[in-house]
């Protein structure tokens, strides 16, 4: 909270989201800080109030429709961003990665590959690496239940970031539990639900 207070003193842009619209996450010290805020398609009128002081964004189109309070204004303005889709933004993600190799800190990754296995379950199978992600079960449940393998999806479902879900989403590939990404980016799943505690 101090980082916003100094930052709005400085004139330091500053943006904060979040997922999940509650009083205890969107605090009143939290709304003063942020004089200017913007509220996609949620799900009920509380929600609204919470991010806005008032009611309307629960009425939203989604894809892009929201509405932004702005200082000086006294109701929300009602405007249309671009709809960027999962395709769009793996594209792009994947053209960043091509275009240079990462360079790590020493200090920070040098205990990265050390980890071990977590316990010799059915879908890590134990290993060393990035398995060893204590969301990489979770992650391939996901995937199955719902048949989609992006990572957009993946990252939206477990509330990490885009290369973490990457990486999960190599694993499973590395695995066999889903395919290579084709020309047009998707991927197929492999197995069935039961096929992986067998």
């Not at 999940?20 to 509220?39: E, G």
């Not at 990490?160 to 990404?181: D, V």
Request: aromatic share 4%.
């Amino acid at each position: 909270m101090r980082l916003a207070q100094k930052a709005r003193a400085a004139g330091i842009h500053m943006v904060l989201a979040t997922q999940r619209p509650s009083v205890d996450i969107v605090t009143p010290l939290i709304k003063t800080n942020i004089v200017a805020r913007i509220c996609f398609q949620v799900s009920s009128r509380f929600d609204s109030q919470v991010v806005l002081d008032e009611p309307g964004a629960q009425d939203l189109l989604g894809h892009g429709d929201m509405l932004m309070k702005v200082p000086g204004s006294n109701s929300p303005l009602r405007v249309q961003s671009c709809m960027v889709t999962d395709r769009e933004v793996e594209d792009i993600a994947n053209q960043l990665k091509s275009m240079a190799a990462p360079e790590y800190i020493d200090g920070v990754t040098e205990n990265a590959e050390s980890t071990e296995g977590a316990d010799g379950s059915v879908l890590n199978g134990g290993r060393a690496g990035r398995e060893a992600d204590p969301l990489y079960d979770r992650a391939v449940q996901i995937v199955l239940e719902s048949k989609r393998a992006t990572t957009s999806f993946v990252q939206r479902r477990l509330q990490i970031g885009y290369n973490r879900a990457a990486n999960l989403l190599e694993t499973m590939e590395e695995a066999g539990i889903i395919s290579k990404p084709n020309p047009a980016g998707k991927r197929e799943i492999l197995v069935r639900d039961g096929e992986l505690f067998q």
